[in-house]
Nanobody, 121 residues
């Protein structure tokens, strides 16, 4: 499975961005999808995850009520809508995919290359 993330960029605090992650897998609708992020000098951390149907989602406490993960299986794409962005959201954002149940750890089989989000104060 190849994952291609896009949509990152520079935005002012309080602004919004929408990240996209397109998957090559035909059986995309079998995959659990997730977003992680890694800030400079920090470990990669969980942001959000969504099950195959989109009916189950989980978020890190730091982004809850500001970010929304969604998917369109017909387009093999998962999205991360990010609102009310803060400077501490600055990081490289990675999409991940895997089989099995939703999970917030890093045990995903497939990873994209990452897209940089920079939030200025």
């Amino acid at each position: 499975v190849q994952l291609q993330a896009s949509g990152g960029g520079l935005v002012q605090a309080g602004g919004s961005l929408r990240l996209s992650c397109a998957a090559s897998q035909r059986t995309f609708n079998m995959l659990v999808m997730a977003w992680f992020r890694q800030a400079p000098g920090k470990e990669r951390e969980f942001v959000a995850t969504i099950n195959w149907s989109g009916g189950t989602t989980y978020y890190a406490d730091s982004v809850k009520d500001r970010f929304a993960i969604s998917r369109v299986n017909a387009k093999n794409t998962v999205y991360l809508q990010m609102n009310s962005l803060k400077p501490e959201d600055t990081a490289v954002y990675f999409c991940a995919a895997g089989l099995g149940p939703v999970r917030i750890n890093r045990q995903y089989e497939y990873w994209g290359q990452g897209t940089l989000v920079t939030v200025s104060s």
